[in-house]
């Protein structure tokens, strides 16, 4: 079954840095990736969606690439600021193109330093 | 729009009880999503729903979960007898055919 691996429980950054977060999967290549952030508290928000077909999408300070040989998608957020400071998660269909039948990762703790 | 709107945001209950947690979709979307978070495991994909109609309930985790969504504008998911095991924080999402999920912010339920 299709597993996902975000490498880092928690990412210490200061704030100016670019702080660069990745999502590994196992099995099958989907036919997009979502990332979302969480607050404490709060639910997961959608951020950027990109497809199999996309290397790249980017957000105002923002980038998520895609590359389906390695299985691996990267978030990255530039001149990151304390306000960024929050829980973000992948997440790719659980079967193929199926409509937001969605499994996430268990997601990376973002703390952003002044 | 006000969101997806979840009740009650904290439920404390004793084991053996039944618990009933609550969702209101945004309006217009037609697929609703009951997922589960803990420290473990992370986000769980409980049940989805199409148009009011349970999809695949392939992640509820025993017969002691059940989910109905009478009609369009809400949904129920019940857990009886509740047990310690199923403390965690319960999500709703809705969504529309190729639009992302939205959240609402959560029920937390703490079973003693």
């Known amino acids: 079954s299709q597993k996902i691996e975000q490498n880092s429980e928690a990412l210490n950054i200061q704030e100016g840095k670019t702080a660069t977060l990745t999502c590994n999967y196992t099995?099958?290549?989907?036919?997009?990736l979502q990332w979302y952030r969480q607050d404490p508290g709060r639910g997961p928000v959608f951020l950027l969606l990109?497809?199999?077909?996309?290397k790249e999408k980017r957000k105002e300070r923002l980038k998520v690439t895609f590359d389906t040989t390695l299985k691996q998608s990267l978030f990255h957020i530039t001149a990151s600021q304390p306000a960024d400071s929050a829980t973000y998660l992948c997440a790719l269909p659980l079967w193929g193109g199926s409509q937001g039948n969605l499994i996430f990762g268990k997601g990376t703790k973002l703390s952003v330093k002044p | 729009d006000a969101g997806v709107i979840q009740s009650p945001r904290h439920e404390v209950t004793e084991m053996g009880q039944e618990v009933t947690l609550r969702c209101k979709p945004i309006s217009g979307h037609d697929y609703l999503f009951w997922y589960r978070q803990t420290m473990m495991r992370g986000l769980e994909l409980l049940i989805y729903f199409n148009n009011n109609v349970p999809i695949d309930d392939s992640g509820m985790p025993e017969d002691r979960f059940s989910a109905k969504m009478p009609n369009a504008s809400f949904s129920t998911l019940k857990i009886q007898p509740s047990e310690p095991r199923d403390s965690a924080v319960y999500f709703c999402?809705?969504?529309?055919?190729?639009?992302?999920?939205?959240f609402g912010n959560g029920t937390r339920l703490t079973v003693t």
């Open positions: 999402a809705s969504s529309s055919q190729g639009s992302p999920l939205h």
């Open positions: 099995n099958y290549s989907p036919a997009y």
């Open positions: 990109i497809r199999e077909n996309e």
